[in-house]
Each structure stands twice: as structure tokens, then as C-alpha cells.
């Protein structure tokens, strides 16, 4: 299931990220990377002392994190800070899969749902996409400023060379209560009833019957 989510940024917030991520210190991304993905990343990201990261995690997380529709989509469990990644000029993440456990000693957590915070306009760039594969063929993302996708961390995807400009992005996984992507996609889409039935009907017995089903689902299929 891949989820866009429009508008998480408004222009003031996205402005402010984007005179923070111009005054931070970068890094090579390989540095943050495990040995199958050293291979294919050719990238910068912050580095990890930053002082302008948590000034941006504030500003974007709290906006990720509160979004209703990121809630329904990723049912969160755990949530890692971003990496705040920058691609120049033939700057590209070759086809890979995100590791499967992520974390320092003592905070690991099982990356389930990986979430693309798009930071800069798409015509400040060419090239960069996003390309997802699924069953139904590849998938081409390229989202306007502070818009998101939501995906599973199991899919295989790369970041396509960027031949023109530079392309902004905040990067994060979660740990799902639910681990099946199949059942989280289920949930995705009884919630999408279940809400505004509950701001119609909250009353009505067939809004009481979704609402209950809903809730038991999440129950049966959680893992905390």
C-alpha cells in the first residue's frame, strides 16, 4: 500500500526546514548505511550533531507524527528520528530494501513502514524520483513540497540520479503495530469509513458496528 499524504508542511514551515538545511553540516550518506546499500547510496545527509536537528525534528516530526491520515496509514508503534538526505548533482540510491532491524543497541525496532517527507519544490530539481516496485509495475513519486509517502519498508526501491538542482528529503521508519502490510492496508481502508462516520453518525448503530469491528481488528492483530 503506497499512501500520499499532502500538506504536511505548510509554505512557512517548509521555508524555515529549508533555511535550516542550508546552514547544516552534511555528510556522506554512506556513513549511515549497511554494506548491501554502501554499494548503490550516493547521497549526503546531516550529520548526526547538527545543531539545526532539533530544531527540524521538531518542525517536521511533530507534523508527521500528528497527521491523522500518517496515523491510519502506518498504525505507529516506534518511530525513528529522520535522516534529512540532500542529492546534487548525480547524487542516486540504487534499487535496495531498508534493513530490517534498525537502531543503536538497547533501541532497536523492526522497520515495517518507510515514510518520504518531500522538503523542496520539484521544479528546484530534475530527475530524483522516487521509484517504488509493486505488483502492479514501478511506481514514480515525485510529490511537491511537504507532502509524504507512505510504503513497506520490504519494498524494493531506489532514488533515481538527480541531473539538475537538488532534491530535499526527511526519511523515517516505524515499527507498526500491525506487521502484515496486508492487514495494515485493511485497516487503512475500514478506518477511511469509520471516520467520518463517526463525525455524521456517531449514533447510528452501523457507525457502532464499524467502529466496534475496527477497533477488535487492531486488537487481534497488534503487537506491543
Known amino acids: 500500500m503506497l499512501v500520499v499524504i499532502p500538506d504536511i508542511l505548510s509554505s512557512e514551515q517548509l521555508r524555515e526546514a529549508q533555511k535550516l538545511l542550508a546552514g547544516a553540516p552534511f555528510v556522506d550518506g554512506k556513513l549511515s548505511a549497511g554494506d548491501a546499500a554502501q554499494?548503490?547510496?550516493?547521497?549526503?545527509?546531516?550529520?548526526?550533531?547538527?545543531?539545526?536537528?532539533?530544531?527540524?525534528?521538531?518542525?517536521?516530526?511533530?507534523?508527521l507524527v500528528s497527521h491523522p491520515q500518517f496515523q491510519s496509514a502506518a498504525l505507529p508503534h516506534r518511530i525513528a528520528m529522520p535522516i534529512y538526505a540532500r542529492y546534487s548533482h548525480g547524487h542516486a540510491y540504487g534499487?535496495?530494501?531498508?534493513?530490517?532491524?534498525?537502531?543503536?543497541?538497547g533501541q532497536r525496532y523492526r522497520s515495517d513502514v518507510s515514510t518520504t517527507l518531500f522538503l523542496n519544490d520539484p521544479t528546484e530539481y530534475a530527475g530524483g524520483e522516487l521509484i517504488i516496485r509493486t505488483s502492479f509495475g514501478d511506481?514514480?513519486?515525485?510529490?511537491?513540497?511537504?507532502?509524504?509517502?507512505?510504503?513497506?519498508?520490504?519494498?524494493?526501491?531506489?532514488?533515481?540520479?538527480?541531473?539538475?538542482?537538488?532534491?530535499?528529503?526527511?526519511?523515517?521508519?516505524?515499527?507498526?503495530?500491525?506487521?502484515?502490510?496486508?492487514?495494515?492496508?485493511?485497516?487503512?481502508?475500514?478506518?477511511?469509513?469509520?471516520?467520518?462516520?463517526?463525525?455524521?453518525?456517531?449514533?447510528?448503530?452501523?457507525?457502532?458496528?464499524?467502529?466496534r469491528t475496527y477497533v477488535n481488528l487492531v486488537r487481534m492483530w497488534s503487537e506491543v
Open 95 to 105: 534499487d535496495h530494501i531498508d534493513d530490517p532491524v534498525m537502531g543503536p543497541a
Open 39 to 63: 554499494r548503490v547510496k550516493h547521497n549526503e545527509e546531516i550529520q548526526h550533531d547538527a545543531a539545526q536537528l532539533h530544531r527540524l525534528n521538531n518542525l517536521v516530526m511533530s507534523n
Open 139 to 211: 511506481k514514480n513519486i515525485k510529490l511537491p513540497a511537504g507532502s509524504a509517502v507512505v510504503y513497506p519498508s520490504s519494498t524494493l526501491h531506489r532514488v533515481d540520479a538527480v541531473t539538475r538542482g537538488q532534491r530535499l528529503v526527511a526519511v523515517t521508519w516505524i515499527q507498526s503495530l500491525v506487521r502484515d502490510p496486508a492487514q495494515r492496508e485493511l485497516l487503512y481502508e475500514l478506518n477511511s469509513v469509520r471516520e467520518p462516520l463517526l463525525q455524521s453518525t456517531p449514533d447510528a448503530e452501523s457507525t457502532k458496528k464499524i467502529d
